[in-house]
């Protein structure tokens, strides 16, 4: 069974976690560096699986912005919690939003989605979200892979490579979870705020 499980990763992994990042990522990136250090796939193979989903998922939301602003979906997207204030952030310091939105749990789809209802030119959009996808898939799929160090001085060095595995999927379900609880929270916050 984890032969079969080892398996499916190393096949299937590298697109699960360009996935990952397509829709929010952290996780999925911070899991692609870990995998890379149990040697499943290499790290630069992880990153530019996360620097690529990351780019083309924000890449999406944008064109959804600009290109569909009327679909029923899209206006929906408009009243999720966050979106006047990222829609406000965007028009003051658009550079600096697009460089830095993903960075802001949560605010990626409406920051996509703001973007692309905003002023700013698309190619300067893709260029500073270029920009932005690799820094940000460096920097996560990174801390996976140091994770992953600590990881194994932490449980030592007697796990056998399928324990490895279960062990990077029970740490990408445990961020996942946090991730979701944190987003949670603080869409609640909020729609207090927009109340």
């Not at 960075?103 to 789809?109: A, E, K, T």
């Not at 920009?131 to 892979?145: C, P, R």
């Not at 160090?149 to 449980?155: C, D, Q, S, W, Y």
């Amino acid at each position: 069974m984890t032969d079969a499980i080892h398996h499916f990763i190393e096949q299937y992994g590298l697109l699960a976690v360009f996935l990952g990042c397509v829709a929010e990522g952290e996780s999925a990136a911070i899991l692609g560096g870990f995998f890379a250090h149990q040697h499943v796939f290499v790290l630069w193979h992880a990153i530019v699986a996360s620097a690529l989903g990351a780019f083309i998922g924000d890449t999406f939301f944008f064109i959804l912005g600009r290109s569909f602003a009327d679909n029923r979906h899209v206006v929906g997207l408009r009243r999720r919690p966050g979106f006047r204030r990222a829609y406000r952030l965007l028009n003051t310091h658009p550079d600096i939003f697009v460089l830095s939105n993903r960075y802001i749990y949560g605010m990626r789809l409406v920051g996509g989605i703001a973007a692309g209802l905003s002023t700013v030119p698309a190619p300067r959009f893709v260029i500073l979200n270029a920009i932005s996808s690799v820094i940000w898939a460096v920097l996560f799929s990174t801390i996976g892979y140091v994770f992953g160090l600590g990881a194994e001085r932490f449980i030592g060095q007697a796990l056998l490579r399928h324990e490895r595995l279960l062990v990077g999927l029970g740490i990408g379900l445990t961020v996942a979870i946090l991730a979701w609880l944190i987003a949670r929270q603080i869409a609640r916050h909020e729609r207090a705020k927009e109340s």
